[in-house]
């Protein structure tokens, strides 16, 4: 396959600038760090000049700004109560970071910083030591409760329900992280498999068969506002589990 | 207020905000956004096939990391594997039941929330 169409390479982390070392560890600017540093000045940008008129009644920015604050507080009242609005801003910063993320990945020859796994995984570990520090702090040891549900006799609990609970406790920043990686991963590549057929169609047939690339970029012009839908769908599941599993950490037993 | 109203005094302003507030209020209730609608079979498939081997994988670990440390080596990782399948299930069925709740509107999950400390 020809190298510039091979649909992993848009996966590749090169360096920008000079190498940077702490140690042996390599803390050189890469460009899914420039990304990521796109994001939050996007993202500061937006709230910011959002949020700078404060108009009575809102303009076009502030328009949006609003409705993403109400988005996320709509979202975090009805799942996580009214108590959970003291985490809004850890959910919403959540939600905007990997909105953004996920939507610039969508500009052709930006880089996807969701689609890595360690990426995601980090995101997903704050959340749950976010989770942890606040349950154990608000509930002291009541908060073990999550894994010592009532009504089941004890033998059952001691041998089957409170392993299975842990480990489906511990499941989750894993499945947590898998899912948004594996999304954005999977759409970026059939985006860019679907979009390196019609070039290679084009370039490599002869006369009127040249005709058929247009099958394959029907596909991508196709997938393109799928991907779109998935890019704020992720966002959104992301931050809406962050929710339910705050939600447990404030009231377990549940 | 950037745009002031010289036609509109104190009096007719308030008013006209809340008629707009009950406006919007109206048009939000209307058509508030039916994600769950639109969600795509992708999403739903990929969001059970990670809560289901999140845990199996995590019960593997544990059953590897205990193999290491007392030296029994293919007993406790088949364990874990075991109870990471069982793990697994409940994940599913967890995740079956908060997804029909949510497209089912009439089953508030949890709206009055007793506080406790």
Known sequence: ?254 | MKKPQQSTSNQDEGDALDALGDKIKAAQTAHSPDIEQERTGWAVGIRYASDFSAAVIVGGLIGFGFDKLVNTMPWGMLVGIIFGFMAGTRNIVRTAKEMSAETDPGQDLQEDETDIP
Request: hydrophobic share 60%.
């Open chain 1, 1 to 254: 396959m020809a190298d510039p169409l091979d649909p992993i390479k848009q996966f590749e982390i090169h360096r920008m600038g000079s190498e940077l070392k702490i140690g042996n560890f390599d803390v050189s600017f890469t460009n899914s760090a420039f990304m990521m540093v796109v994001a939050v000045a996007l993202i500061s940008a937006f709230m910011f000049f959002g949020t700078s008129k404060k108009a009575l009644v809102p303009g076009r920015f502030q328009s949006i700004a609003e409705i993403s604050y109400e988005f996320i507080a709509d979202m975090i009242r009805s799942t996580a109560g009214k108590d959970g609005l003291k985490f809004f801003p850890f959910i919403f910063a959540l939600f905007m970071f990997i909105l953004f993320a996920n939507m610039l990945g969508l500009i052709p020859f930006f880089f996807t910083t969701t689609s890595h796994i360690i990426v995601t995984f980090a995101l997903a570990m704050m959340v749950m030591t976010t989770v942890l520090v606040v349950g154990f702090w608000k509930n002291r040891l009541k908060f073990l409760k999550l894994f010592w549900p009532s009504g089941v006799p004890v033998l059952l609990k001691v041998l089957l329900v409170t392993p299975l609970e842990i480990i489906s406790f511990l499941s989750r920043p894993l499945s947590h992280s898998v899912r948004l990686w594996a999304n954005m991963l999977a759409g970026h590549i059939m985006l860019k498999l679907f979009a390196g057929f019609a070039i290679m169609m084009f370039a490599g047939l002869a006369g009127a068969a040249k005709v058929g690339a247009i099958a394959p970029f029907a596909m991508t012009v196709i997938l393109t506002p799928l991907e779109i839908l998935v890019a704020f769908l992720q966002a959104y599941v992301f931050t809406i589990l962050t929710c339910v599993y705050i939600s447990d950490a404030l009231h377990p037993g549940h």
